[in-house]
C-alpha cells in the first residue's frame, strides 16, 4: 500500500505542476488574442528496446524450460494538440498529446522430456502522457516544419496466459496460472514533424518521435528502463 501511494504522489506532483503552468499560460494568451490550436491525429507504429520489452516465463515442470515473449514492436496511435503562443507562422508553443500502444503474442513450447506442452497468450499495453515546448516554421506557403521536445509520464501493463499440458500422468494433467505486471515511468521525448497544406486548415504528414525512460517490468529480461522509437502518419486540423 506504501509503495502505490509513493507512485501516485510522484505522478501527482508534476502532472499538478504542469496542469497549473498550462493553464495559467493558456488563459494569459486567451485574454490577448484569438487562440489557434493545431489539434493532430496520430497514426503509426513504435519500436523500443528489446531486452526492456522482452517478457520471460519458466516451467512449473520443467524449471530449466524457459521462454521469452518479445513484445518490442507495437502499433501506436493518438492525439495531440499545439498550442501557438504567437500568430506569426514561424512561433513557439505548448505541444501535448495522448498516445496509446498494444501488442498480443500467443506462443507454445515444449519441455522436460519433449511431452509437456505450455501455451502462453500475452498482453501489453503502454500509455503515453506528454506536455513540452515545440517551435515551428513554414516552408513556402504550404509546407510546414516543427520541432519538440518535453518531460512524459509512461504508464504499462502486461498481463499473460499460461496453460501448460503434461500427458505423462493420467489423466493428463493441465496447469492454468494468470500473471500481470505494470510499473510507471517518467523520461522525456523529443519529436520532429513535417506537415504539407491541403487547404487552410488542414495537414498531413509525417512524424518521428524519440523517447527514454525509466519504465521497467519486473518480469522483462532487462531493468534498464524502456527507449524507443516511433513513427507516425499526421492528421491535422486548425481551429
Aim: a negative charge; one cysteine or more.
Amino acid at each position: 500500500m506504501f509503495c502505490k501511494r509513493a507512485i501516485w504522489k510522484q505522478i501527482a506532483i508534476p502532472l499538478f505542476f504542469s496542469t497549473t503552468f498550462f493553464l495559467s499560460t493558456q488563459t494569459a494568451y486567451s485574454a490577448e488574442s484569438t487562440q489557434t490550436v493545431y489539434f493532430q491525429g496520430y497514426v503509426g507504429a513504435a519500436s523500443f528496446n528489446e531486452d526492456s520489452m522482452t517478457f520471460v516465463e519458466s516451467s512449473d515442470s520443467d524449471p530449466d524450460t524457459i521462454t521469452t515473449t518479445d513484445l518490442s514492436s507495437m502499433p501506436y496511435l493518438g492525439f495531440a494538440a499545439q498550442f501557438p503562443l504567437s500568430p506569426k507562422k514561424t512561433h513557439v508553443g505548448i505541444d501535448a498529446s495522448l498516445l496509446f500502444g498494444w501488442r498480443s503474442d500467443d506462443s507454445s513450447v515444449t519441455a522436460g522430456n519433449g511431452q509437456a506442452r505450455i501455451e502462453i497468450d500475452t498482453n501489453l499495453w503502454l500509455l503515453d502522457l506528454s506536455m513540452g515546448l515545440y517551435a515551428q516554421t513554414a516552408l513556402g506557403e504550404r509546407w510546414r516544419l516543427y520541432g519538440a521536445v518535453g518531460p512524459l509520464l509512461l504508464f504499462g501493463s502486461y498481463s499473460d496466459d499460461t496453460k501448460e499440458e503434461n500427458p505423462d500422468v493420467s489423466p493428463v494433467d493441465v496447469k492454468k496460472e494468470s500473471n500481470s505486471d505494470s510499473a510507471f515511468g517518467f523520461g522525456g521525448y523529443a519529436k520532429l514533424g513535417l506537415e504539407y497544406a491541403l487547404s487552410s486548415d488542414n495537414y498531413v504528414g509525417i512524424a518521428v518521435r524519440g523517447i527514454t525512460t525509466n519504465l521497467d517490468f519486473d518480469s522483462a529480461l532487462d531493468d534498464e528502463g524502456v527507449n524507443g522509437l516511433q513513427g507516425f502518419l499526421t492528421f491535422t486540423h486548425v481551429y
